[in-house]
């Protein structure tokens, strides 16, 4: 893959966090507008996630067997319909049919982004561009819920899944005309498409298990920020939907200079030291997070003032965690990246939106929901790091073409 093609694939890897982010200002307004409560309008974002994740064994295999090109095809024009479902929905559980099958098309795409660069690059040079690719990722949150609540403002919450359909026929006409065949040539391509010896290779491997988990964990800790934010900070500590879009964005500009500066920081450390340093930062988010909640509070602002604070070393951790790790992750499967690349996605995504789920089950408020995720994600993968017989779980491996 020429680098030239890189500004293809970042306009592909916007459709997900697009879905994300996007229309958050307008979560209260959804739920009030369709009766239901938070938690159930928290759903449409946690589906969203699982559906990605679990499309990715579907689809992965696909990416193999017929190609990178067609499946994004595929992707976009599944994501393009979908939002164009979630438009003219009336009713509740519709929203979330079309919030599933978004999920699904999102994750075709970036099974595709991901499979390109693996096709393309050595180990080092992977991890370098995954982490620009995740800049990207990061600059939508700066950008969506300002977008989002000035369209809902203007035109109701249901202009913001408009703009997704737009942006996405943009991309669909650019990855037709411009985007080459990356799939190696050496990609297994026989066989039937779901079988237990294409995956197994994969989940026997203890190093992309660990790696895996650690997407997951990192990805668990991102979605519960997001999913418990518009309504702890909108709703509970009345805060306007502009304001939090404002602290929103602060974040995710933190986010995106992590992003763009994580390239030099594995460069500097390597990658398994980058991962150690993102979880740490994690960890100290979480503490953080418990320390403010004690600080005394005079008015709304401040309290989501205290609220949204920690959570930039949660960003920060999470820009330097996911290029490294996925990058290592996938080290092994030169001959089925594709494959790999799904078992990951479904890990990262359909795993972290579990853990949301469960999180979700119980009362804790929003800044607790957090503290326990980042907590308990962070110190067992940095104990784990530490038991010296469990090396091989975490140590840099020789890559395989």
């Known amino acids: 893959m020429s680098r030239k093609l890189l500004p293809i694939l970042m306009s592909m890897v916007v459709l997900s966090p697009l879905a994300i982010d996007i229309y958050l200002p307008s979560m209260p307004e959804m739920a009030a507008e369709f009766s239901v409560s938070d938690t159930q309008i928290q759903s449409t974002l946690v589906l969203f996630i699982l ?47 079309a919030r599933v099958l978004q999920g699904i098309a999102a994750c075709a795409t970036s099974i595709v982004v991901f499979s390109a660069v693996r096709d393309s690059f050595s180990n080092q040079q992977s991890a370098q561009y995954y982490s620009y690719l995740n800049g990207v990722i990061c600059v939508i949150p700066a950008l969506a819920p300002t977008l989002g609540g000035l369209l809902a403002l203007q035109f109701g919450w249901r202009s913001t899944f408009m703009f997704m359909m737009a942006y996405a026929i943009m991309v669909l006409v650019v990855v037709a005309l411009k985007l080459p065949e990356t799939r190696p040539t050496n990609t297994i391509t026989n066989g039937p498409l779901y079988r237990w010896s294409r995956y197994q290779p994969v989940l026997a491997n203890s ?116 290029g490294p790790a996925t990058s290592m992750a996938l080290s092994g499967f030169g001959e089925r990246a594709g494959t790999a690349t799904a078992m990951l996605g479904c890990m990262q995504m359909s795993g972290a939106a579990l853990l949301t789920g469960l999180v979700q089950l119980t009362d804790l408020s929003a800044p607790y929901a957090n503290v326990l995720m980042l907590g308990g994600g962070a110190i067992t993968l940095l104990l784990t790091m530490a038991i010296p017989r469990l090396g091989h779980w975490h140590h840099e491996r020789l890559e395989v073409a």
């Open 51 to 97: 559906a990605m994740g679990i499309g990715q064994i579907l689809i992965g295999p696909l990416a193999d067997r017929f190609g990178r090109k067609p499946i994004a095809l595929f992707g976009i024009s599944l994501y393009i319909l979908s939002s164009l479902l979630a438009v003219y929905v009336s009713e509740f559980q519709f929203l979330q049919l």
């Open 207 to 322: 190093h992309f298990v660990f790696y895996a988990l650690t997407c997951m964990f990192a990805m668990a800790a991102i979605l519960t920020y997001v999913s418990y934010a518009p309504s702890w900070v909108i709703k509970h500590l009345e805060v306007s939907e502009m304001t939090f879009s404002t602290l929103f964005g602060i974040n995710a500009l933190i986010n995106i200079t992590a992003c763009f500066t994580a390239p030099k920081v594995i460069k500097k450390l390597g990658n398994r030291s980058t991962v150690v340093l993102a979880l740490w930062l994690m960890l100290a988010s979480g503490v953080m997070q418990l320390i403010a909640q004690m600080l005394p509070s005079s008015s709304g602002l401040l309290s989501a003032i205290y609220f949204m604070t920690p959570m930039l070393l949660l960003c920060i951790g999470f820009a330097l965690l996911l």
